[in-house]
């Protein structure tokens, strides 16, 4: 197959120029400037960019356990739709991906949908408890990737030192849900202003920028490697900030609706912008876009955490906390980051990319390279679209960007070599 | 004026003309627009004062009156609100009244139904209370003439209020000027979220006021959310006549949506005397206003 005439932009190697690549195989064999078509199936790309596949590293796909809000097949079809050739699905389904067994059954429940590359974030502790760790080595042994009880914090600070430790020995990391629950109890929305008018218990911002304070003391007394995940706040991005400039090694994902969407965008008691970290103040969006644009913040996630839209039209109160995150996620960073001029493409892509591939030591993702899988991304950096949530892939056809025109999108998902197209 | 769901989205002229109209009430109108229609009154919370009078309200008016008593009963799903209304609305009841515990439930429930049936919130969660406000307001306009430059201080468990909020938010239209008085642990979570004064000191606060609005100290909140108790808040922010005589304006007029806590918020002794006989002249203001309320949204209502 020869992909031909397309703006190629690889991160890790600061490429931008206009090439052709071919791939046989599902093996990328050669990239070069006007390449010989042989006997290749052609595809013309000219308008367009390829990119690495893109990498999700925060996305839950509900199975087992909760299959009417998402399955591994449609959450992977919603992946592939948002230009995803790897996601790593957090562990907090029923039963918890904190044993071999569920471990085990997932990957190959993914393996019947397609190649994407697939890599599970097991749970820290058995049962997201603040009991016991997992056996971290024959998780790891058996395709897990990282660790993280995503969905509830862990609080336990002597089990997460020790926890930190020992996942940091077998070259594996922690991604944090920072979260004091004691001051998240039973908010709804951020607490401020907007909480105070509507009468909605609010989450204070210090409740995600307490636990990164306390956490980053664990990781520095370890010297840890640790990633946070989905940072919504200015002080998170201040303190994470600080610690990068402090030597420690830890990594930090940010998800589109904290670079999107702030609190005052939340209507008439709509539980489609109910998600935790809940949406902040305009003076966090900022932070948080500047985070991304000094490196402070080296990803962007998804934050899939689909819900049925049964769910999702209950009191706002009852509702469940989440954002169908895949078929958004790129095209609303290309328009709020990209065609403002806040961060360049490179850079953007590069937060799709290769950051979230070196965070967690994937081989075959995040770069284009010759003998490396063809796992690309082909995008559309200037098509006008309008998000019609009611057809998304995921079973979640609920989004607080439904109706809103986004300006950029994914056009081509290729994994192995295997054509996807979108749209 | 479509629904009476939060006073914020309430024009000044339609506030205006309920006044009127539940003045006209309270003179003696009998004339009904609304006999025959039906209305349904849902409590999920417990109400005395606020069901008993939109009923005495719509009896005046001829209508027909459910009251449901489902205090007792756990809602937890939107929709089945929803499926419930629905049905009222085949039944053949025009509006129903809603008091829940759930802030914005109104809000959720309306953008599910489908059919033209009224919707009154009687109050839900800690979000607005609108015809509490509106009939506050009625007696302060009766009491002092206007509320334009008046200064109304509101004490007590503010954030947690909905008839503060009302309160605030219909005041600030008519440029009140208000002020808010409350222990650190019961302000507003931002102050930019109202655009009004805020007291730590009950002296400060009702010096010169032309009306005092004290809320109810809710004990049980106060136990769950392990704030101190309600002598502590007593020590501090308990009106009595003393307080009121030294401080506030001659004229003040003292107010309570009720049902008060004696000797905790209020003194027993001021609300016996003839301050105190303002709390149920609101009480009996609230029948015309409701009767106005009801008038207004279903004059124009179709029969199903």
């Not at chain 1, 996630?301 to 049964?310: Q, W």
């Not at chain 2, 605030?168 to 979570?189: G, Q, R, T, V």
């Not at chain 2, 109202?194 to 100290?217: C, P, Q, S, T, W």
Request: aromatic share 6%; proline share 3%; net charge neutral.
């Amino acid at each position: 197959m020869l992909l031909k005439n397309a703006r190629i932009i690889n991160p890790k190697t600061n490429f931008d120029k206009i090439s052709d690549i071919r791939i046989e195989n599902g093996i990328i064999k050669e990239i070069g400037v006007d390449l010989t078509v042989k006997d290749d199936e052609v595809i013309d790309l000219t308008g367009k960019i390829i990119t690495p596949g893109l990498i999700d590293m925060h996305c839950h796909l509900r199975e087992p356990g909760f299959t009417a809000k998402e399955t591994i097949k449609t959450g992977i079809l919603s992946a592939i739709e948002g230009g995803y050739t790897a996601i790593c699905p957090m562990a907090n389904t029923n039963p918890f991906v904190d044993n071999l067994t569920t471990l085990t059954y997932i990957i190959n429940r993914a393996k019947e949908v397609s190649d994407i590359g697939f890599y599970p974030i097991c749970a820290v502790t058995k049962g997201l408890t603040e009991e016991k760790i997992v056996n971290v080595s024959e998780l790891l042994d058996n395709g897990a990737i990282a660790f993280s009880n995503d969905g509830k914090p862990v609080e336990n600070m002597h089990l997460l030192k020790e926890a930190l430790k020992y996942i940091n020995s077998h070259n594996s990391i922690i991604s944090s849900h920072s979260e004091d629950s004691s001051l998240a109890n039973g908010g709804v929305i951020n607490e401020g202003k907007v909480s105070a008018r509507l009468g909605l218990k609010g989450i204070p911002s210090i409740t995600e920028s307490l636990a990164v304070a306390r956490e980053l003391e664990v990781v520095r007394a370890v010297n840890g490697r640790y990633h946070f995940a989905h940072i919504s706040t200015k002080r998170s991005v201040e303190l994470i900030r600080q610690a990068k400039k402090d030597g420690l090694k830890v990594t930090a994902e940010t998800a589109p609706h904290y670079f999107s969407l702030t609190e005052d965008d939340i209507i008439d008691y709509d539980a489609k912008y109910k998600v935790n970290p809940p949406l902040r103040t305009k003076e966090d969006l900022i932070a948080v876009t500047e985070g991304l644009q000094d490196g402070t913040i080296d990803c962007i996630a998804t934050d899939h955490a689909p819900h049925t839209v049964h769910e999702k039209l209950l009191p706002i109160q009852n509702a469940p906390m989440g954002i169908a995150g895949f078929e958004t996620a790129l095209a609303l960073a290309l328009t709020n980051l990209v065609h403002t001029g806040k961060l360049p493409l490179m850079e953007l892509i590069r937060k799709f990319t290769i950051a979230p591939s070196d965070i967690l030591n994937l081989k075959n993702q995040g770069n284009i390279e010759i003998n490396n899988e063809a796992n690309l991304t082909v995008i559309d950096l200037n098509e006008e679209w309008i998000v019609n949530a009611s057809k998304f892939k995921s079973k979640c056809r609920i989004s607080p960007f439904d109706g809103v025109k986004l300006k950029g999108r994914p056009k081509i998902t290729i994994i192995k070599g295997k054509i996807y197209n979108i749209g | 004026m479509e629904h009476l769901i939060d006073i914020k989205n309430i024009s000044k002229e339609d506030i205006l003309n309920i006044v009127n109209l539940a003045k006209e009430f309270k003179s003696g109108r009998k004339n009904s627009d609304v006999e025959k229609k039906t209305l349904a009154l849902m409590f999920y919370e417990n109400s005395t004062r606020t069901r008993c009078s939109f009923e005495i309200a719509g009896q005046k008016l001829g209508m027909n009156i459910i009251n449901f008593d489902l205090s007792h009963s756990s809602l937890s799903k939107g929709e089945s609100l929803k499926d419930t209304i629905e049905n009222l609305y085949f039944l053949g009841v025009n509006a129903v009244v809603i008091r829940h515990s759930l802030s914005g439930i109104i809000n959720n429930v309306m953008r599910l139904v489908k059919y033209p049936i009224k919707f009154v919130n009687g109050g839900d969660g800690t979000h607005a209370h609108p015809s509490q406000a509106l009939l506050d307001f009625y007696t302060m306009l009766e009491k002092i003439g206007t509320v334009e430059n008046k200064k109304i201080v509101i004490i007590g468990d503010v954030s947690h209020s909905r008839v503060a909020k009302s309160n605030i938010n219909l005041l600030s239209k008519f440029n009140a000027d208000i002020h808010l008085c409350a222990p650190s642990y019961l302000e507003f979570e931002s102050f930019d979220a109202f655009n009004v004064k805020y007291h730590k000191d009950v002296k400060e606060a009702i010096a010169g006021a032309n009306v005092v609005m004290v809320l109810r100290v809710q004990n049980e909140r106060h136990e769950k959310e392990g704030y101190p108790d309600s002598l502590e808040y007593k020590r501090l922010y308990e009106i009595d006549t003393d307080l009121l005589k030294k401080y506030a304006s001659n004229d003040v007029i003292l107010m309570h949506p009720g049902p008060a806590n004696r000797n905790i918020e209020v003194s027993s002794e001021l609300l016996d005397n003839r301050v105190g006989k303002t709390i149920l002249e609101q009480a009996q203001n609230g029948v015309y206003v409701r009767m106005a309320i009801l008038n207004t949204l279903l004059k124009q209502g179709k029969e199903v």
